[in-house]
């Protein structure tokens, strides 16, 4: 089955005023949709048209070579943006609480260092990228991946995004990411991000 876009957890002005329904609506119904339709085109007609986003970037090095960037591009895309969404929602931000809230303060301290931190990833990133937050399999970590790079793709394990690309808040901030980013943390979704931690 191709993939097909799926619709937004939440109204396009959800996020308001932090990310603006201008900004949502091309960014999920025109650059997410267009990822969906190139990751089709290249994998149409693979072994790999079958799969999961999250399966073929596991597997990056095993798609046919002569696809691989495509793939690599397209298919991490669909999954970067999906993902995305469900990281945030309306009335959320504040701070996580329980088990996540207990391994971000062993990695990193405190909440606000974590904060600092991955800010810092995201908004220093150069050119576009995603700041995330990952489970490496050992511990938490911060990075920052290009493009549409997955975690995935390295072994680890995805819990919280940013997307640095100038689509996802240049209608508003202009060349202001570090104002995108600050606003950013007001729509973060923890139950989501505790739910992936504790997933296998
Ligand atoms: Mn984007």
């Given at each position: 089955m191709p993939f097909e876009l799926p619709p937004?957890?939440?109204?396009?002005?959800?996020?308001?005023?932090?990310?603006?329904e201008q900004t949502m609506h091309l960014h999920h119904d025109k650059h997410h949709q267009t990822y969906v339709d190139k990751a089709n085109a290249a994998l149409a007609g693979t072994e790999w048209a079958d799969k999961s986003p999250e399966e073929i970037l596991y597997h990056l090095d095993k798609v046919p070579l002569e696809k691989r960037t495509a793939i690599r591009n397209h298919v991490g895309g669909v999954a970067n943006h999906t993902f995305f969404w469900e990281s945030m929602g309306p009335g959320k931000g504040g701070e996580p609480s329980g088990t996540l809230a207990d391994k971000i303060k062993d990695e990193f301290g405190d909440f606000e260092t974590f904060k600092q931190k991955l800010t810092d990833a995201s908004v220093n990133h150069f050119g576009s990228g995603w700041g995330w937050l990952v489970d490496n399999g050992a511990k938490l970590e911060v990075l920052s991946t290009v493009n549409q790079d997955s975690p995935i793709s390295l072994g680890m394990k995805p819990l919280l995004a940013c997307d640095v690309w100038e689509h996802a808040y240049y209608l508003k901030y202009q060349n202001r990411r570090p104002d995108y980013v600050a606003a950013w943390w007001n729509v973060v979704d923890w139950d989501r991000v505790a739910e992936r931690l504790n997933k296998d």
């Open positions: 937004l957890p939440y109204d396009y002005t959800a996020l308001e005023p932090f990310i603006d």
